[in-house]
């Protein structure tokens, strides 16, 4: 067969990649005007592609898989080892179906219950401070608010710690040198920490609730039948904990959109949830994070003319695709009412993966995210008036993850 897509000049381009970063995948996509291109990353050939029909191939079973693709200074920081992200077929449904079952309407209620006790008594002592970091402040709310939720025993003195080790877990991904190793420190750290939380679990000296993710990780059972292992029944749970703490990312740039939408912030003071839905929604859209998935061709198919060999290495464009101007007008201007006309489709808006939550691997805390949002956003727009003064709120498009250079600061807090 043909190979007829473009392919990037160049024996190893990882190093565009990283001067790129977002937009690296889409300013190809544009150039060679093509949903698909063939380049050169990590020393190995790798296929890039963007775009709703792309998503819809990349997250087709049949034809790629998650197993090894995750390089080793990823696994040693973001995603730990032997999670749900590195499993495929059964053994993956199996491990995803135990991630959905804490995803229920109830225990999704309970989650903005605690993200509001705990935005209440940070806002409390904010109204004592002279200005906030709103970064750091967010992170330590969602780390409580993680651990209340997920059934994991943290003391009050202990928290500001726990939420450095988780965010430098999904800052430290990208990061060389003593920022990378400070990520694969704090992993140990707490992988043996919650380690210890599991096997109390399992010897009756700690009760968490029932239906938590404490209580639901640490006697989930395998298909063979067999308990997870103590470390990686660990790694789900800090899959748990960690990326509500990466919420605080979201909530940055939030606080940055309520900022600098004045007209959107006025449609959101009558509470009305549906404007708050496609707010929190468009700022998910908008705002980089994640800027691509990583699978591996399963066996040889064709698509589009091409063959995918096995074994290649092929990265969707979560950002890309959710600035595509094929599916999103204007794509670069921050309107929420977009999503009054959105579809609705799995491969279209994707800034969490895409696909089945089920069968795929699309993010299982999709709605975690959504509402936990929600929460932060009632806080900033409507329970609480501050002053945001003169810092620098740009953020870049090259660094992952962003979030504004400032971490955005405000001050004056008071409580409405
Ligand atoms: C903070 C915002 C978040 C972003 C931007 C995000 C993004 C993503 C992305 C891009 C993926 C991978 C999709 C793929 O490989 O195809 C993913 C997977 C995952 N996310 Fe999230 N996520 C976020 C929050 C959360 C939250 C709050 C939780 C848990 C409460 C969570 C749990 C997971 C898990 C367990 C997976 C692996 C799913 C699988 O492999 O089947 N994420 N997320």
Not at 273 to 294: G, I, L, T
């Amino acid at each position: 067969m043909t190979n007829s897509v473009p392919r990037e000049e160049g024996i190893d381009n990882s190093l565009s990649l990283l001067r790129e970063g977002y937009l690296y995948i889409l300013n190809r996509r544009q150039s060679f005007n093509s949903n698909i291109f063939e380049t050169r990353l990590l020393g190995k050939k790798a296929i890039c592609m963007g775009g709703k029909e792309a998503a819809g191939i990349f997250y087709d079973n049949d034809k790629f898989k998650r197993e090894g693709v995750a390089p080793n200074r990823v696994a040693q920081t973001l995603f730990g080892k032997n999670g749900v992200q590195s499993l495929d077929g059964q053994a993956h449904q199996h491990r995803k179906e135990m991630f959905m079952s804490i995803m229920t309407e109830e225990r999704l209620g309970k989650l903005k219950e605690i993200a509001r006790k705990h935005w209440a008594a940070a806002v409390d002592k904010w109204q004592q401070m002279d200005e906030v970091v709103l970064y750091e402040e967010a992170q330590e709310i969602m780390c409580n608010t993680a651990c209340e939720w997920a059934g994991v025993p943290v003391k009050e003195n202990e928290v500001k710690a726990l939420a450095d080790d988780l965010r430098a877990m999904f800052e430290s991904a990208t990061a060389i040198g003593p920022s990378h190793w400070a990520g694969r420190n704090a992993r140990n750290r707490v992988e043996k920490w919650i380690g210890e939380i599991i096997d109390q679990v399992r010897d009756g000296k700690l009760n968490p609730e029932e239906g938590t993710a404490l209580y639901t990780f640490a006697l989930h059972r395998d298909l063979d039948g067999e308990l997870l292992d103590a470390k990686t029944a660990s790694v789900e749970v800090i899959n748990i904990l960690r990326p509500i703490v990466a919420i605080a990312v979201f909530i940055n740039f939030t606080a940055l959109a309520v900022h600098h939408y004045p007209e959107e912030r006025e449609k959101l003071k009558s509470g009305d949830e549906k404007n708050a839905q496609m707010f929190v929604q468009e700022v998910r859209r908008f705002y980089p994070f994640f800027p691509f998935a990583a699978a591996q061709v399963k066996e040889d198919f064709i698509w589009k003319d091409y063959t995918f060999e096995k074994g290649t290495l092929t990265l969707l464009d979560l950002y890309g695709t959710n600035h595509d101007p094929d599916i999103w007008g204007n794509p670069d201007v921050f309107r929420p009412d977009r999503f009054a006309e959105w579809d609705g489709s799995p491969f279209s808006f994707i800034p969490q993966g895409g696909g089945d939550y089920y069968l795929g691997h699309r993010c299982a805390g999709e709605w975690v995210t959504i509402e936990v949002m929600k929460v932060g956003l009632d806080f900033l727009v409507n329970k609480i008036a501050y002053d945001v003064p003169e810092q620098d709120l740009s953020y870049s498009k090259v660094s992952i993850p962003s979030i504004p250079h400032s971490n955005v600061i405000i001050k004056n807090v008071l409580r409405l």
